[in-house]
């Protein structure tokens, strides 16, 4: 699992007595792909899950699962530890 600086619930740096907090990372990071939009990210502007887009357009479960697993797998995610 990966370490990183860990968001709080507002998405905004966790601190503890004025220190960042550091933590397993793991779902924070799926989290912040599933609420991106492509072209959002600089570095990869193909990295994001498209979600408000494909939700209000027609609706295709299938096709919203292939797009959410190949964005997962363009970060090295795991979708079947997680989809749960």
Do not use: C, W
């Not at 709080?8 to 991106?36: P, R």
């Amino acid at each position: 699992m990966a370490n990183d600086i860990i968001l709080d619930q507002d998405n905004d740096l966790a601190l503890l007595n004025g220190d960042f907090v550091v933590g397993d990372s793991y779902l924070q990071d799926v989290g912040i792909i599933l609420q991106m939009s492509q072209g959002e990210l600089k570095s990869d502007p193909f990295m994001g899950a498209n979600l408000t887009t494909n939700i209000r357009g027609v609706k295709n479960d299938a096709k919203i699962k292939r797009h959410i697993e190949k964005q997962l797998q363009l970060d090295g995610k795991d979708y079947d530890l997680i989809k749960d």
